[in-house]
């Protein structure tokens, strides 16, 4: 089976990221938060401007995408899909990623370097060159059998026509139907696709 993997929020915990370092960045620099509903767009869980957001990960987005560590079990669980006989494709949408240029081409060897460090093993490394993290085209261009993923626009579109792990966070709650599979945890996706199988 080849089983698709987002980065952020799937292997990372970018939602506990946001929440500490966006406050943070707040506070420091005076701004006016007010944290509602975890929301994918940023602006509306901290009722920031975009301008505001957009200054937020100008300076930590480097900071996240060296130092933040693979959620726990990822790399071991990985391991054993592989063992198990299973190709992994990692499709990430990641800022930047998909810009031709040294920006992109940074952004592009840092997220390498990072698996690496991660031990996070991979048959296929996909930048996703779709607008607005739409990765479906990757998945059918790929034949992708099966999709972990955060993003709720994606597990939504996704799901009609494969199955999507969707690893549990605030923001994607409200995902629901036939082919969306909630997970909490690496092990307990692990324990999923054994069922699938």
């Known amino acids: 089976m080849r089983i698709g993997i987002d980065i952020d929020g799937v292997l990372t915990n970018i939602e506990q990221f946001v929440f500490d370092y966006v406050i943070k960045y707040c506070v420091e620099n005076n701004i006016e938060y007010n944290v509602g509903k975890s929301n994918y767009d940023y ?106 993923e955060d993003s709720p626009n994606n597990i939504n579109e996704i799901s009609n026509f494969i199955p999507v792990i969707c690893y549990n966070t605030l923001y994607n709650e409200e995902c629901k139907g036939k082919n969306v599979i909630r997970c909490y945890s690496w092990y307990d996706i692990y324990s999923k696709i054994l069922k699938i199988l």
Not at 75 to 92: A, F, N, P, Q, W
Not at 97 to 109: A, F, L, P, S, V
Not at 129 to 136: L, P, Q, V
């Open 43 to 148: 602006c509306k869980t901290f009722n920031i401007s975009k301008e505001q957001e957009m200054n937020f990960w100008s300076k930590y987005l480097e900071y996240y995408a060296i130092n933040e560590k693979a959620r726990p079990f990822a790399s071991e669980v990985i391991r054993k899909l592989k063992e198990d006989g299973h190709e992994i494709y990692i499709i990430t949408a990641r800022w930047f990623t998909n810009r031709d240029d040294d920006i992109g081409n940074k952004m592009r060897e840092i997220v390498k370097d990072w698996l690496c460090k991660n031990s996070i093993l991979y048959d296929r490394l996909i930048f996703s060159k779709a607008e607005k993290e739409r990765k479906y085209k990757e998945i059918i261009d790929n034949d992708i059998d099966i999709m972990i």
